[in-house]
């Protein structure tokens, strides 16, 4: 029997080596079951026979799971089914929408295209027929636009949902307030008008997305304002497209002309966004990877992390969507139910965020990261949404100092240029933020801001613009008194062979006996040349400065890393010859002297033995 070849199944793709799905099988099986009661039977007579067949209450999930695959897989058919799947709801359709929903997280990302088509025939039969919470289920189709995969499917799906939209306008318009679809369908249409707006073949699908957005900012602002500062940062992803200018005045100039009872951004800011809205920024598939992922993270190699970079975060919209996981994995609840330590949050919070290509990119993952410290109000609460970025600030002062250095300028940046207006607020809000990770024992901030690796530069700009005390200098302990005999004591000419042969004792020991003044030393080298590249840094150009943060943060054992990225670099240099001046060849070439400064004057011509050979 095991020689027989596998029965395919009509809903799933699935690869040689795949097992049959158990669901799948248990929809042909019901399906089967309503085909043998109504064979070619007249309307009426089919829908006398499956009534009697869901007279026994355990055979009604079977039929409806049943008549539920003719509608994906019979579109001739797909009618008849669905109107004795409304005859057998009788008005409940707890049962049909549960299993809906199963197909949409469970089998959706494997479906066939047909059956991916016919969701959509489901979708307009329930909306025509107006049945209860169908809004909800809606929901889980959307969120499968947030996969990373083919960009092409991505906006098949989005199409499909727009028109279903502008299509039944009227019951869109009729949802009750606070629905949670129009923040779900606002975050995943913004996010794909960002990728879209430069992309031709997808000018209809964006300008359509951008309408349906104005729409509901206008007219239903109070279901947009469910996620609260989320939607300030949604906006801002959007503020250059001339579509949404006048939002951002009303936002800012004239808040009643939104909503009568709202007072203006800092309302919004001070708000957080619930959780259940930003769990649909990402796909259930790639959820689940991520809960795998930070369960088993403290045992898990790179590999891991890899494999969610190749299969979500590296598509046309990663960009984006890797912004979008960050704010996911920030209100993820770390606990003993979701077995999910806050420690692998902030390590894979670091790598993702580090992991980031363009310039543009990583300053918006940056602004992801940190956004809940910039809008922080101890009056709202939500201490929680800080500890993540906290850890992973201390994380990336060990894996990747340069950019942990680069998180906390882009703090004293962003405290005065994302609007001068709210220049004081959002200063008091990191203010605030910091105060409440020591008062909530999150942590120390003085652990991050008077860690040996942020560059003094840095480190002060941070101390003066968030008004943070300067550390005051460690008192020695006083020490026991010193015997007078001793304390007398004082070396001889003739200690000094003894002194040298102390040190050639210790420089014999084991490096864990050996003192530790070589390392200091070396931390000490290493804090001056990150000091100085910081410096250097902030003269030299934007389009040039990713570049050398990532050579200077790659270990110095990894030469073939640092191969690479010296290649990037110069390959950058190259393409952008034009914004080369003698002082720019200046300072980069300063640069290069002080990443690749021990490789280049550790160097000896000669060995160690050479002179005493000759002699």
């Known amino acids: 029997s095991s020689n027989l070849p596998k029965k395919q ?111 959509f025939f489901f979708f307009r039969e329930s909306i025509k027929v107006n049945v209860p919470k169908i809004d909800n289920v809606l929901i889980n189709l959307i969120r499968n636009a947030n996969d990373g ?46 990728e879209l707006t430069m992309a031709s073949q997808y000018e209809t699908l964006c300008s359509q997305m951008i309408n349906l957005c104005q729409w509901w900012l206008k007219e239903r602002f109070a279901d947009c304002a469910q996620l609260g500062r989320d939607l300030v940062l949604l906006l801002m992803h959007l503020s250059k497209l001339p579509q949404f200018t006048a939002i951002w005045r009303q936002l800012l100039y004239a808040p009643n002309k939104l909503s009568s009872d709202f007072n203006g951004i800092e309302e919004l800011m001070a708000r957080p966004c619930p959780y259940n809205l930003l769990t649909h920024h990402i796909s259930v598939t ?11 993270l403290p045992t898990a190699q790179e590999k891991h992390i890899e494999w969610i970079r190749l299969k979500h975060l590296s598509g046309a919209d990663s960009g984006s969507l890797r912004a979008a996981w960050i704010r996911s994995a920030i209100y993820m609840p770390c606990n003993e139910t979701t077995q999910c330590s806050a420690e692998a949050r902030a390590i894979l919070l670091a790598t993702i965020t580090a992991q980031s290509t363009s310039g543009v990119e990583q300053q918006w993952c940056k602004l992801n990261l940190l956004w809940d410290w910039l809008c922080y109000d101890p009056s709202v609460g939500g201490h929680i949404w800080l500890e993540p970025g906290y850890n992973a600030l201390r994380h990336l002062l060990h894996m990747q100092p340069l950019l942990a250095n ?16 709210l220049r004081a607020r959002i200063t008091t809000s990191v203010a605030n933020a910091l105060k409440a990770i020591s008062d909530f024992n999150i942590g120390s901030p003085s652990t991050i801001i008077d ?71 070396l931390s000490e080298e290493m804090d001056g040349s990150d000091e100085k590249i910081g410096a250097l840094l902030a003269a030299i150009k934007e389009e040039f400065r990713d570049g050398i943060e990532s050579l200077s943060a790659a270990s110095s054992a990894d030469n073939e890393a640092r191969c690479e990225l010296t290649n990037r670099l110069i390959s950058s240099l190259f393409d952008n010859y034009e914004l080369l001046d003698s002082e720019q060849v200046e300072l980069i070439a300063e640069c290069f002297l002080t990443i690749f400064r021990k490789q280049l004057f550790s160097r000896k011509p000669l060995p160690d033995d050479f002179i005493p050979s000759l002699e």
């Open 286 to 296: 790639f959820m689940r990877k991520m809960e795998f992922i930070l369960k088993y």
């Open 9 to 119: 199944g009509k809903i799933l793709n699935l690869g040689p080596h795949e097992q049959r799905d158990e669901m799948e099988e248990k929809l042909e099986n019901g399906f089967a079951l309503v085909v043998s009661r109504i064979g070619n039977l007249q309307e009426r007579e089919a829908h006398d026979q499956l009534l009697q067949v869901v007279a026994d209450q355990k055979m009604y999930d079977v039929v409806i799971g049943g008549l539920l695959y003719g509608v994906l897989l019979d579109p001739v058919n797909a009618s008849k089914y669905y109107k004795a799947m409304t005859l057998l709801s009788n008005g409940s359709w707890f049962c049909a929408l549960c299993t809906m929903n199963m197909v949409l997280i469970e089998m959706y990302p494997r479906m066939h295209a047909e059956p991916r088509d016919q969701i």
């Open 406 to 421: 680069s998180l906390l300028d882009f703090l004293v940046r962003m405290s005065a240029e994302l609007h001068p207006p």
């Open 451 to 521: 860690h040996h690796m942020v560059q003094k530069s840095v480190r002060e700009a941070f101390r003066e613009t968030f008004k943070i005390p300067a550390r005051s200098a460690v008192v020695p302990s006083p020490t026991a008194p010193v015997p007078s005999g001793e304390n007398k004591q004082t070396p001889s000419a003739g200690d000094g062979p003894s002194q040298s042969g102390s040190g050639e004792s210790l420089s014999k020991l084991p490096k864990a006996l050996q003192p530790e003044t070589t390392s200091v030393e």
């Open 149 to 194: 995969g083919d960009l092409k499917e991505s906006c098949k799906l989005l199409t499909g949902v727009v028109s279903l939209m502008n299509e039944h306008h009227a019951w869109l318009s009729g949802l009750k307030p606070k629905a949670s679809l129009i923040p779900v369908a606002l975050l995943t249409f913004s996010r794909f008008i960002y």
